[in-house]
């Protein structure tokens, strides 16, 4: 029997709750910037001033900087499926970074609201692009941390209460010029994979294994009493008919009752 310690059930709750908490996804430079910040001095603003007022603002929320990472493999992969399906992403654009804006845009694309930005009060002004968009400012002081939570929480309720109402100007010409998006669903593999499992699910079939043998063994069945043993099982017919309609095997419009005439 497999035993389970308490390490692995502390894993599986933190897991738990990662899967259910509100996701944060936080984007600033992390090198030094030229006649800056250095890179230790921008990770104590994210973990002193940003996480922390996140954190206040929301508590219970993960949060995360492209630097912690939470999986092997590529980062940038984990960094572009954390600005596409991130509940809230918290850019710093105090800095002219060319990867925060970069991410920047590609999250203003991918998502209608949920974007925060973020500034220095000290900073230059931002570039002309965003300079109309609306932003935080914050100091980097233990007065300006409380301020900038309570402005993170007030803008968190905000984009719960409106989260189809866009955040930016890329959304917004979209809506106006109804630009269509790419809509990415099932690929071909996944159809085929799933039709596969569908056409295996027969082969487990307690009421169908016999009709299978006998066809095997070159009986023939007739067509009704096939149909009937799979009305025993409807878990194992949707499926199947789902695959029938989508190869268009079965007419749904020929089914139809026709009207008298």
Do not use: W
Request: glycine share 4%; proline share 8%; aromatic share 6%.
């Amino acid at each position: 029997m497999l035993s389970t310690s308490p390490d692995d059930n502390s894993i599986r709750e933190c897991y738990s709750i990662r899967m259910t908490a509100k996701q944060c996804f936080v984007i600033m430079a992390i090198g030094s910037v030229p006649k800056g910040p250095t890179e230790a001095e921008l990770r104590k603003r994210y973990t002193s001033l940003i996480k922390d007022a996140i954190e206040r603002a929301r508590p219970g929320i993960h949060v995360k900087r492209a630097d912690e990472s939470d999986a092997g493999g590529s980062i940038t992969d984990e960094i572009l499926e954390d600005l596409f399906t991130s509940d809230y992403v918290v850019a710093e654009i105090s800095y002219p970074n060319p990867n925060v804006f970069y991410e920047l845009g590609l999250r203003h694309s991918a998502r209608p609201s949920g974007t925060i930005l973020l500034r220095d009060k000290s900073a230059a002004p931002p570039p002309f692009d965003i300079s109309v968009l609306r932003y935080l400012a914050y100091e980097d002081t233990a007065a300006g941390l409380s301020e900038l939570a309570e402005k993170l929480k007030k803008r968190f309720d905000y984009i719960d209460a409106n989260p189809d109402r866009p955040d930016n100007q890329a959304q917004q010409v979209a809506a106006r010029v109804q630009h269509k998006f790419p809509q990415y669903g099932r690929s071909p593999y996944d159809e085929h994979v799933h039709d596969s499992a569908a056409l295996a699910s027969l082969f487990t079939s307690p009421a169908m294994q016999g009709v299978l043998e006998r066809q095997i063994a070159g009986e023939e069945v007739p067509p009704a009493e096939v149909m009937q043993q799979l009305l025993k099982e409807p878990k194992t017919l949707l499926p199947l008919l789902q695959i029938l309609l989508t190869n268009g095997a079965i007419d749904i419009d020929a089914l139809k009752p026709k009207p008298k005439p």
